[in-house]
């Protein structure tokens, strides 16, 4: 599917006081708006993907998956600060003419949630049926929901939070600092940072997965190995991949951003902030999850009053998200076939 591309040339206002003075957002759309406008599905996607969902998300989004162009209206964005073209570190600053790079403005969960609407609007899209993200994206999912809560029918949040951990937050500052050890970050040249790329990688791995996960699939067989063990060469595998595909500064733009989540900034608390929200709400998180503990969707479901939870076995810990789709499926289908009918027919 080809890529497409809204500009916008009014100025961008961030939740920061500074501004971009325009914004380019790219998107994906599947299927078509049925005539009575009910069956758009909105996908926030996460921390390094793009806006072809049925590239990532397979067996959920597809001709074969739960959510297909055949019923439903599927639309998904790059987010603000990304390098798959939406708006990022490595856009033209139309001031200098050359890439923001390091200088790029921080951007926050809200002002993602900003150009999302931004296109809304721009795609003149007045109800969306079901919105559905994980991680990243789910807080998202969140925000937005707060933003415009009449919006939506159904909303999914996978593996999210209302506020973004300590432990988040060490994780992605310890890789940003893996990134900024890396000289040719400040070098500002579109390959700048990539072997602090790499080592970042590496680390958030490690809080991707679980102890039980590399044990299973890592552990070296070869005896009276020395060196060069499975484990590591996985990490270096993985690193050297991301990098292949994505970009040091946006990596840091979109950890950043991922810290500043809080839905209950600028207001009481987040118990008022989560309270707005009135429409059918599955909460999924993964039992093996140490990123996005089950704690933190147990405190979601706590705060929503519509929510239902559903916690699902998974040896991939946050990654299940992605990984575990027949699951999420499979709760998903559950859900929508309950007699409150959470999941709008469409």
């Known amino acids: 599917m080809i890529v497409k591309k809204f500009k916008s040339k009014q100025k961008f206002f961030l939740e920061s006081g500074e501004y971009l003075p325009e ?3 790219a998107y994906h759309t599947f299927g078509e708006l049925n ?18 969902v049925f590239e990532w998300w397979p ?4 001709e074969s998956g739960y959510f297909n162009p055949k019923k439903h209206f599927i639309i998904c964005a790059n987010n603000l600060g990304s390098c798959y073209g939406t708006t ?36 003149n ?13 789910a807080q998202q999912v969140l925000e937005w929901n707060i933003l415009k809560p009449q919006l939506f029918k159904t909303s999914i949040v996978i593996a999210a939070n209302a506020k973004h951990s300590a432990w988040g937050i060490a994780f992605n500052e310890s890789q940003r600092l893996a990134i900024k050890a890396d000289r040719t970050y400040y070098a500002n ?7 602090g790329l ?49 970009n040091a500064y946006a990596y840091v733009t979109l950890t950043n951003a991922m810290d500043s989540h809080n839905v209950g900034r600028n207001k009481d608390d987040c118990k008022a902030a989560l309270s707005v929200i009135k429409n059918k709400t599955l909460i999924i998180g993964i039992k093996s ?50 007699k409150t009918k959470h999941l709008a027919q469409v």
């Open 23 to 25: 914004i380019e957002i």
């Open 35 to 52: 005539a009575k406008k009910n069956n758009v599905v909105w996908v926030v996607h996460a921390l390094t993907a793009n806006s072809n």
């Open 59 to 62: 067996d959920l989004f597809g």
């Open 88 to 123: 990022g570190p490595l856009s033209v600053n139309p001031f200098t003419n050359y890439p923001y790079f390091s200088l790029f403005p921080a951007i926050t969960i809200r002002d993602m949630v900003h150009a999302h609407e931004l296109l809304r609007l721009h795609l």
């Open 125 to 137: 899209i007045n109800e969306i049926n079901t919105i559905i993200g994980g991680s990243q994206g």
């Open 189 to 195: 040249i579109e390959n700048g940072g990539e072997k």
């Open 198 to 246: 790499s080592a970042a990688r590496s680390i958030a791995l490690l809080s991707y997965r679980s102890y039980e996960t590399y044990v299973k699939t890592q552990t070296e067989n070869r005896k009276f190995l020395l060196q060069s063990h499975k484990a590591a060469e996985y990490q270096r595998y993985q690193g050297e991949k991301l990098v292949k595909r994505f």
């Open 289 to 338: 999850d140490i990123l996005f503990p089950t704690q933190e969707q147990e405190k979601l479901h706590e705060l929503i009053s519509s929510s239902t939870l559903n916690i699902i076995e998974s040896e991939y810990g946050h990654d299940g998200f992605l990984i575990e789709t027949k699951k999420i499926k499979s709760v998903i289908r559950q859900f929508s076939q309950s």
